[in-house]
Every structure is written in structure tokens, then in C-alpha cells.
């Protein structure tokens, strides 16, 4: 059966109900359609028309190829805004660790045995629980609870009022400042450097 093109208008009120009917995917035509056919008795199986369908099927398809290119375009803006910044960023460490001159550490303290005195060996200067916890105005149970953990000694020198850290000496059960000697930077930048390269790497990998 030949099929023909049938154009009406409709009323302002009359399209608005048309389209209270169009559901997400679905064209005002296609859903025009299927009510006239209904309303027809008529099969609509048979009635539908192929290129309406394939149609709707193809917009739908170009639409969400469309959604999925834009994703993948601002993903790749976005890790190549990274990658930029890793560079600039890896490159500036670069810079001050050539432009930055070797540091001469302070020779440590030897003692009688000859290993490194790394404590104030004054009695006088250490302090029991309660002495060192008022002097770093925190709680007793405090010093207590952070005596044995590794960060111990930079807790307690970003708490003193002298910029002292502190360590506990289990023996005395008392605890003592400790005397630091001058660490040369160059490891830590060289480590920031490496940690740098390997987010780069890690970046470029994920484009691959």
C-alpha cells in the first residue's frame, strides 16, 4: 500500500497535549503518528514506517556518540593541563637544585665510645612527663600517648616555645632535647623530582 505525506496544524492547547505524550528519544511526528494510527484501528505493527524508525534510532546513536566525544575531548584537555603543569613544576625543581650549593653539615658529637651523641648529656636538662608537658602546654596523658611514635621529636619542637624537639629516654623514664645537625636538602628535592617524573609518567601512561 502506497503511503502519502499528511500535514495539519494544531491549536496551542492541542499541541501541548501532543507533547505532554512525547517521551525522552521519541519525535513529536513519530508520537503524532502512533496516536492517529490508534485512534485508526490500525495495525500499527505493520503501519510504522522503517525510515521513521531507523531515523529515530540514528539520532539516537549520533547523540550519544556525540555526549561520548565531548567526555573524551575534556578529558584529554583536562590531562594535558596536567601534564603541563607536572613539566613546569618538575622543571623549576630542576632549576634550584642546580642553581642551589652544597650544604656543609655541622660534624655530629662523638662520645667516649665513639658512637654520635645525638641527646644533651646534662642531667639537668631533662624533664619528667609532667615538666615537659607543661612546657609544651599540653596534657600529661598527652606526652604519654606520643612518646613512642616516630614523629615524636617533630611534635615536640613545633610545640616548644624554643623550637626544641624532645625525645623520651625509657631507662630514666625522663625525656631530653635533642641536638639536631644540619640535613642537606639535596635528597628531598631529588626525591620531590622523582616523585614529579613518576606522576608525568603516570599521566602519559593513562593516554597511551
Not at 607536572?86 to 625543581?93: H, K, P, S
Amino acid at each position: 500500500m502506497a503511503s502519502k505525506l499528511i500535514q495539519f496544524r494544531l491549536s496551542g492547547e492541542q499541541l501541548e497535549a501532543l507533547e505532554a505524550q512525547v517521551r525522552e528519544g521519541d519525535s513529536i511526528n513519530l508520537v503524532a503518528q502512533q496516536i492517529l494510527i490508534g485512534a485508526l484501528g490500525v495495525d500499527t505493527v505493520d503501519d510504522v514506517s522503517t525510515p521513521d524508525l531507523d531515523e529515530r534510532i540514528e539520532g539516537i546513536v549520533e547523540e550519544r556518540i556525540s555526549a561520548f566525544s565531548t567526555n573524551c575531548n575534556n578529558l584529554f584537555d583536562r590531562l594535558q593541563e596536567s601534564i603541563q603543569s607536572l613539566q613546569e613544576r618538575i622543571q623549576t625543581l630542576e632549576t634550584q637544585t642546580i642553581a642551589r650549593p652544597p650544604t656543609n653539615p655541622v660534624e655530629d658529637k662523638p662520645m667516649v665510645d665513639g658512637t654520635v651523641d645525638n641527646t644533651v648529656d646534662s642531667v639537668d636538662l631533662t624533664l619528667t612527663g609532667k615538666e615537659l608537658s607543661r612546657r609544651l602546654e599540653v596534657h600529661p596523658a598527652t606526652i604519654t600517648k606520643n612518646r613512642t611514635k616516630p614523629t615524636f621529636t617533630d611534635w615536640t619542637r613545633s610545640r616548644d616555645p624554643e623550637g626544641k624537639a624532645w625525645q623520651y629516654l625509657p631507662e630514666a623514664e625522663r625525656y631530653s632535647p635533642v641536638l639536631y645537625t644540619e640535613v642537606s636538602t639535596e635528597s628531598t628535592e631529588d626525591d620531590n623530582l622523582a616523585g614529579w617524573k613518576a606522576q608525568v609518567d603516570a599521566v602519559v601512561g593513562a593516554l597511551l
